[in-house]
């Protein structure tokens, strides 16, 4: 049996889809659904049963078996990095985290958990997933700070070699459609065209980057459950791995991208960027994915303008959820 916790979030039930694909059923979901509409993303799944995830943080903390439980997908977490409370997010996302993890531990149970590459902060010391790099890190916001400190926490207390950690790039496609704020720009983009025509992007504060040529390492959402996937089966996975494509694209080819899926020539407005944002902002991302590859992973990915068409078209433009 497996728990994916967020289940009903944006990588969580895509792991659920990608774990059906393959016929396992025998999954609950932990999540918090309140009013949100992601709820919706678990309309095509199959799965044994949903719990609350305070109920089953009681459960955990209660030190209760759960037969059969082998394997813990831990996605479950307050995501939003513009999120200011600092206490809250790590109530949340450290310590939710650390009590899940030393459950699993103790018995034996796969325990696969969402980091975050907002970790890396301003990215001057590189994307490079060494664990012993993780002191050097300086995230520049409580979220990325509260991901931070569960990775710290495992490698002081020798743990990491008992987990899997994985730290997400951008990650865009089906099912973040209840994100709010905090939805890709992919989505945003989209959306922007739909209503006023035209995109607007960020000016640069940054002398190395022009104006729309800040880049990340933007990933699809079916390329990230390939590698989730491929690091669940393997026996030698253990760590913290990135999960990235290894390569970055700049906001003028997502821009264009979006254009072209919709057969619309591109209109870009460079706006200026909120002063409280201008200390906290990423001008380039882009993961090292060596060390996945030494693992032996071998997928390809999909092709950044193939992804963002098949996203608008096949999707967005269809209100289809991943499983429809």
């Known amino acids: 049996m497996i728990v994916v916790t967020g289940g009903a979030g944006f990588i969580g039930s895509a792991i659920v889809w990608r774990l059906n694909q393959e016929d396992v059923r025998d999954i609950i979901i932990v999540d918090h659904l309140s009013t949100s509409d992601k709820w919706k993303n678990l309309s095509p799944f199959y799965f044994r049963d949903y719990i609350e995830k305070d109920e089953f943080l009681k459960l955990v903390e209660q030190d209760k078996d759960i037969p059969?439980?082998?394997?813990?997908?831990h996605m479950g977490a307050r995501s939003d990095t513009l999120e200011k409370d600092a206490g809250f997010?790590?109530?949340?996302?450290?310590?939710?985290?650390?009590?899940?993890?030393?459950?699993?531990?103790?018995?034996?149970?796969?325990?696969?958990?969402?980091?975050?590459?907002?970790?890396?902060?301003?990215g001057k010391l590189g994307f490079d997933d060494n664990e012993v790099l993780l002191h050097s890190l300086r995230p520049l916001n409580p979220y990325a700070f509260s991901k931070h400190l569960?990775?710290?926490?495992?490698?002081?207390?020798?743990?990491?070699?008992?987990?899997?950690?994985?730290?997400?790039?951008?990650?865009?496609?089906?099912?973040?459609?209840?994100?709010g704020e905090m939805r890709s720009k992919v989505l945003k983009a989209y959306e922007e065209v739909k209503n006023t025509g035209k995109?607007?992007?960020?000016?640069?504060?940054?002398?190395?980057?022009?104006?729309?040529?800040?880049?990340?390492?933007?990933?699809?959402?079916?390329?990230?459950?390939?590698?989730?996937?491929?690091l669940y089966k393997s026996e030698n996975a253990h760590g913290i791995y990135n999960v990235g494509t290894g390569r970055a694209h700049s906001w003028h080819?997502?821009?264009?991208?979006?254009?072209?899926?919709?057969?619309?020539?591109?209109?870009?407005?460079?706006?200026?960027?909120?002063?409280?944002?201008?200390?906290?902002?990423?001008?380039?991302?882009?993961?090292?994915?060596?060390?996945?590859?030494?693992?032996?992973y071998p997928g390809k990915f999909y092709t950044f303008e193939n992804a963002i068409s098949e996203y608008i078209k096949d999707y967005i433009e269809k209100d289809r959820h991943l499983g429809d």
């Open 253 to 296: 080819d997502l821009a264009n991208a979006v254009f072209r899926a919709l057969n619309m020539e591109p209109q870009i407005e460079f706006v200026d960027m909120p002063e409280w944002l201008k200390s906290r902002y990423q001008y380039f991302t882009q993961a090292n994915i060596s060390k996945l590859r030494r693992l032996g």
């Open 68 to 73: 059969g439980l082998d394997t813990i997908f």
């Open 89 to 122: 997010l790590i109530e949340n996302n450290f310590r939710y985290s650390k009590v899940l993890a030393q459950y699993a531990i103790k018995r034996g149970i796969k325990f696969i958990y969402a980091s975050s590459a907002a970790t890396y902060g301003d």
């Open 150 to 179: 569960f990775d710290l926490w495992l490698y002081e207390n020798n743990l990491l070699r008992n987990v899997i950690g994985l730290k997400f790039f951008n990650v865009y496609g089906p099912n973040e459609y209840h994100k």
């Open 199 to 230: 995109i607007r992007l960020f000016k640069s504060y940054n002398p190395k980057f022009k104006d729309g040529e800040q880049k990340r390492d933007f990933i699809y959402i079916k390329d990230v459950v390939e590698i989730v996937m491929f």
